[in-house]
């Protein structure tokens, strides 16, 4: 039996597929249709995509959700496991479709500082292995377009996420608490960070990733909790940033914590006028509160740049501000050329850090 948690709020789909997959029995196909669903975007599509989903959840062969093509309007609706297939009961597949979270009326409540809804993600996974999520098209989700939550073996693959850049915390995918999960050939335009990176993320990998706008791929926030689990084993390659507020960038609170970043792997970017293409920031602490030791807890070490290249709308390509506490250390940069706009020299600056480096470095190395 499996415990499978995935999250929509009020979506427009179009031919989406969801399917759980058994390769040892038939497949059996159950259309939202069949169950009263109805596709011209106003009718309430939620109550019959439940039903499909606990016919699909309670049968033991192969079973596929079939979306038809047209619109459908879903309120706030969990799909629930556990499921009856009792021989590959974690495998799901998402495939293709579009999910319209509506922000915009959200987004303008939170700017006039009304008491405005809670808000919500468009879709998340919580505690399901072997998914797949393969053509999805994310449209200005109120919050986090694709949360993945204590999940094992993700593939997310050929998605789009669009959202302005305006748009407050609308990350594009946000992972934590999970392991092995791949992000690939993926396109980020959104108000927050292309896809940010949470405590006990391990194994994580991503190419051929198009970020901007946006605030760039993040580690963190970390150290918000004490008690909290490493980022590990993180790489990012072949990638593209264009016009984010960051590039690459690790992020933690200025206060303790048992938390740590370590083997991470960047390789391969192109910087495309980006605010702050390299960034290391431990002194994270808005209004400067709830940093009563003004040091992070959270140690770095172990992380290598390489072939990083392009330009910065700032002149500091290159700022590592790491903890007095727990200097960041194994950093390694090689073959980085960063420039400031209309080909000005870039400057760095490094705090509590020490590393190599090898091949030519722009701008000026800093490292101890």
Known sequence: ??????????????????????????????????????????????QPFLKAWVAACRSLNTATIYVPRGKYWIKSVTFRGPCKNKIIVNRISVIGGTLDGNGAGFWDCRKLGKNCPVGARSITFNWANDVVISGLTSLNSQLMHLVINSCKNVMVKNVRII???????????????SIGVTISGTSIQTGDDCISIGPATRNLWM???????????????????????????????????????NGLRIKSWARASTGFVTNINYQNIMMKNVDNPIIIDQNYCPNNQGCPSQASGIKINQVTYQNIFGTSTTQVAMNFECSSSNPCSGIKLQDIKLTYLNNKKAQSICKNIRGNTGGVILPDNCLL
């Open 1 to 46: 039996m499996s415990k499978v948690l995935i999250t929509f709020w009020c979506c427009v789909f179009f031919s989406l597929r969801f399917i759980f997959l058994n390769s040892n029995a038939s497949s059996i196909t159950y259309n939202v249709l069949n169950f009263g669903a109805k596709s011209n975007g106003k009718s309430d599509a939620t």
């Open 163 to 177: 959202a302005p850049d305006f748009s407050p915390n609308t990350d594009g995918i946000h992972v934590q608490s």
């Open 207 to 245: 190419d051929k990733i198009q970020c901007g706008p946006g605030h760039g791929v993040s580690i963190g926030s970390l150290a918000r909790d004490y008690n909290e689990d490493g980022v590990q084993n993180v790489t990012l390659i072949n990638s593209v940033f264009t016009g984010s507020d």
